[in-house]
């Protein structure tokens, strides 16, 4: 009983409004000034102006909203997800519901289990993978690379993500493959971009660059490249250097 | 050209030598290379096939010949920007590419709701010619690669009473950026009502003459039945999604199961077939044909007057385009506008127009049941006017991955049936 009390009021100090403030201050910086263009001048007076990015949102339980009919089954697919998994539950490090989508974000090592079950499981019965994809997070020191993965169940018509990531000095993620063969291409398409392997990948190459190509190019620090183009004696700089809003 | 003892890899060289290596060898089987450059790959799509006589063994499809690296450059343009890239990845399926992509911002902005009725309709009548367009096009090229070029006049001309269509609305035929995040980019043109219910009284009979065609054409049936079979399991193992799962007899269909653009107001059926060929796949296409018209008289009936862009001065595209004897282009009224009468107007313009709209930060993932199956769209943003991150779930991506499936142990001609059947748009493949 104290326990529950304690956690309860560990919680009650999480919300409070300066761990909140310490919080947001802890952010990355996105932009400054008001116009998020460094390239002229700001004279409004807003120079000093700082828009930081958002905190890595958790939601809590309940994840079904009764006002968005969206996310009428979150609950209970979190609560079968949790009893499928049963020992290896902890690698859902957090779920985020957003924009009426679950997102459950897990350990890497968990991955394989984790599909088996979606797939299995006749509770969740996600027959359907949809691929995965890369994000390339440079400011988020050990875990840069995200693997996105897209899940539908035609039986629940039910929908869900499952993110993972890696740090960028170990790029290395399990291959679902053997349980949703459909992500065989998508694997090597994030693999060609990104530079993620997946471990146990019968065969990852390059799909959609050259074999030999050098880099992984939807990296951030892949440049976009480009040339100045002249038209009429006023040259235009290619996409990446003219100016930009941020 | 190599040749050992197994086998014969005849990628390059002339055919001449190749026969008569074989003559001199007693190797038995032969590894060709079909593409990327080939009347009958649907585009740059290359395929490497080891066959044992006719039969062929083993099936490799390689891709990236059209790799044009559509995602990375969206990252450097503003979201609006963003629908001019999209609509040219399946650039047969332009406006299913667009509607995706747009609703995926819509999605991050939080403006679903707000998104006005008369724009809605206009994205579905658009959507459902263009996938009576694509479906037209599946069909005349399916006939053109099995060598009945009147299948293949036929099916472009009908295509081309869509595209008139296209034309008058967005202005162009193809690569239209017509849909836009908050809305489509112009209201329909006078006459454009007009023209759609023409299509309407004549598309029926022009779908009986294709059907009188092919449904029960001997030759057709003997190239397409029981030819290139994918079962169900198969379908959900490797992805397939669109009319190649719904001819292996599950009716499964977005518009039905997730709508979006108010889908769940109209009434149509998802055509179903349990077949699992090439001969099954055509019917279900041209079934889903004869829905979409259904689907586009009810649009008809929906259209109210109304705004077609989102109310909301900060999302909302401001430029106007009019009709002009050269076609659709500027408007007249809104550059005198912006130029010598509002200076705030301007203004407005040139903020949204060059920096564009702040989208809150988030992912978000939308699907819509295009032309040849599910198109989904995933978006990351960071805050900013530019998208952080978006991909595309191309769904002939993910379909030519069944090929090997579909065609080894068949011979050599069905493996043209089984890549013709998939309906492949290399444009949409490597984006």
């Known amino acids: ?246 | 050209m190599t040749v050992t003892e197994d086998y014969i890899d005849a990628s390059g060289g002339d055919w001449d030598d190749v026969i008569e290596k074989a003559q001199a060898t007693s190797a038995e089987r032969l590894v060709v290379n079909m593409g990327p450059q080939h009347p009958s790959t649907h585009g740059v799509l290359r395929l490497i096939l080891t066959l044992d006589g006719e039969t062929c063994t083993e099936a490799r499809v390689a891709i990236g010949y059209l790799h044009t690296g559509i995602e990375k450059n969206m990252e450097f343009r503003t979201w609006t920007q963003g629908t001019t890239f999209v609509t040219r990845m399946d650039y047969l399926t332009p406006l299913f590419n667009e509607t995706a992509y747009c609703l995926a911002v819509e999605k991050l902005l939080g403006v679903e709701d707000r998104i006005p009725d008369r724009a809605s309709v206009i994205r579905v009548m658009m959507m459902e010619l263009n996938r009576m367009a694509s479906h037209f096009v599946a069909m005349a090229t399916f006939g053109m690669e099995l060598g009945a070029t009147t299948v293949m006049t036929n099916g472009f001309r009908e295509r081309e009473m869509i595209l008139d269509v296209f034309e008058l609305v967005t202005g162009l035929r193809m690569n239209h950026a017509y849909v836009r995040p908050g809305g489509v980019a112009q209201d329909l043109p006078p006459g454009a009502v007009g023209k759609v219910r023409e299509l309407l009284k004549e598309m029926p009979e022009r779908i009986k003459v294709m059907r009188k065609l092919l449904d029960e054409n001997p030759v057709y049936l003997a190239r397409t039945k029981d030819v290139a079979y994918l079962n169900l399991p198969g379908c959900m193992a490797l992805g397939v999604t669109g009319p190649l799962l719904r001819a292996s007899g599950l009716a499964y269909d977005l518009r039905k199961a997730k709508p979006y653009c108010g889908y769940e107001g109209y009434e149509f059926d998802v055509p179903v077939s349990d077949g699992g060929d090439v001969y099954a796949r055509y019917r279900v296409r041209i079934a889903e044909m004869e829905e979409s018209l259904k689907i586009i008289e009810q649009c008809l009936d929906k259209l109210a007057p109304g705004p077609v862009m989102i109310e909301d001065a900060k999302i909302g595209w401001p430029a106007k385009l009019a009709l002009g004897p050269d076609g659709m282009g500027n408007s007249p009224d809104h550059i005198a506008h912006i130029m010598s009468s509002s200076m705030e107007a301007l203004i407005h313009h040139f903020k949204l127009v060059t920096e564009g709209f702040r989208v809150p930060a988030g992912q978000a993932y939308t699907a819509v049941e295009s032309a040849k199956g599910e198109l989904g769209c995933y978006a990351v943003s960071d805050g900013g006017t530019r998208p952080y991150r978006v991909h595309f779930r191309d769904p002939s991506f993910t379909h030519l991955q069944a090929v090997a499936a579909m065609c080894e142990g068949g011979t050599v001609a069905d493996v043209i049936a089984a890549v013709a059947s998939i309906d492949p748009v290399m444009g949409g493949v490597d984006r």
């Open chain 1, 1 to 246: 009983m104290s326990t529950d009390n304690e956690r309860e009021r560990d919680e009650e100090a999480a919300r409070l409004p300066d761990r909140m403030g310490e919080e947001r201050l802890a952010a990355p910086i996105k932009r400054t000034g008001m116009f998020g263009t460094g390239t002229s001048g700001d004279t409004s007076g807003f120079g000093l102006l700082q828009v930081r990015g958002s905190a890595p949102v958790s939601s809590q339980r309940p994840f079904t909203d009764p006002d968005d009919p969206r996310t009428a089954d979150f609950d209970r697919v979190a609560d079968d997800l949790e009893a499928a998994l049963g020992d290896s539950a902890g690698a859902v490090e957090r779920v985020e519901v957003s924009h009426g989508e679950i997102t459950f974000h897990v350990l890497r090592e968990a991955l394989p289990e984790l599909a088996r079950v979606l797939r299995d499981d006749p509770a969740l019965r996600y027959e359907l993978c949809l691929g995965v994809t890369g994000v390339h997070f440079p400011d988020r020191e050990g875990r840069e690379l995200h693997a996105v993965y897209q899940f539908r169940s035609i039986t629940h018509n039910s929908e869900i993500r499952v993110t993972t990531t890696c740090p960028d000095t170990d790029r290395h993620i399990p291959s679902i493959v053997a349980v949703y063969p459909t992500n065989d291409w998508h694997e090597r398409e994030a693999w060609d971009f990104f530079g993620i392997v997946f471990d146990g990948h019968p065969a990852l190459t390059r799909i959609q660059m050259p074999d030999d190509w050098h880099g992984h190019p939807q990296r951030k620090d892949y440049p976009l490249g480009g040339i100045p183009v002249e038209y009429r004696g006023a040259t235009v700089p290619p996409p990446d250097q003219r100016r930009s809003y941020t």
